[in-house]
């Protein structure tokens, strides 16, 4: 079955540069989430999307955004960069019309130097 | 706001023993309720849900959980515990608006020993 698909797995980039995260969801899948995870640390919410709006949003920084596109994939656009900004990346979708879980990709790691 | 707690940082418990890992939650109006599991520099991986109907809801691996309303409460469980179940475990919690933000508590370490 396919799953959430992310890219790239792992980025290094140095400070202040900026990286674009994509995520390609689950196909017919209607929501799509961002989380940061640091290390040792629970996943953070940034931001949602329902049907390719902005639904919800979390603790995501001015520096970020994120979009959705006409194909249902997402990108998170992360700019200034920061040493702090180093860490996981996972992106998951779900088809909240019926009710299903949220499936999550295997994550983007970014490394900032 | 949503937001859940998991009181305990790890549980530890034998191998063959119950396992219970706590959770509570806060949500406004009715609550989707999840469980997953993560292993070491692995995406989250999900166990069970409660939407709605019995209280009592199996899972992967053996896994149930308990909804329990009036406590606000969503407890993981496990009548014998395996080595393997060994993992860093997420109670969610999401409002029941489509596209709201699914909110993960801190998380719960699970050693089991044999």
């Known amino acids: 079955a396919a799953g959430v698909i992310q890219s790239p797995r792992h980025l290094i980039k140095e400070k202040r540069e900026t990286a674009t995260l994509k995520c390609y969801p689950i196909p017919r899948h209607d929501t799509v989430y961002w989380y940061q995870q640091g290390p040792g640390q629970d996943p953070q919410f940034l931001i949602s999307?329902?049907?390719?709006?902005?639904?919800d949003k979390g603790s995501i920084p001015d520096r970020f955004s994120a979009q959705q596109f006409s194909d249902y994939h997402s990108e998170l656009n992360m700019s200034s960069l920061e040493l702090g900004d180093s860490a996981l990346y996972f992106c998951?979708?779900?088809?909240?019309?019926?009710?299903?879980?949220?499936?999550f990709g295997q994550g983007t790691r970014l490394t900032v130097v | 706001a949503q937001s859940v707690a998991q009181p305990e940082d790890q549980v530890n418990v034998a191998e063959g023993n119950p396992l219970t890992v706590k959770c509570t939650y806060s949500v406004s109006g009715n609550p989707y309720l999840f469980w997953y599991v993560q292993y070491p520099n692995r995406g989250l991986q999900f166990l069970l849900k409660y939407i709605t109907g019995d209280n009592l809801v199996k899972g992967s691996y053996g896994f149930e959980a308990e909804f329990n309303k009036s406590q606000t409460s969503f407890h993981l469980k496990k009548p014998s515990a395996l080595v393997s179940d060994s993992a860093l475990y997420f109670c969610?919690?999401?409002?029941?608006?489509?596209?709201?933000?699914?909110?993960f508590g801190k998380g719960t370490t699970l050693s089991v020993s044999s």
């Open positions: 999307f329902y049907e390719k709006m902005q639904s």
């Open positions: 998951a979708s779900s088809s909240d019309r019926e009710n299903t879980e949220a499936f």
């Open positions: 969610a919690v999401r409002a029941y608006q489509a596209g709201t933000a699914l909110i």
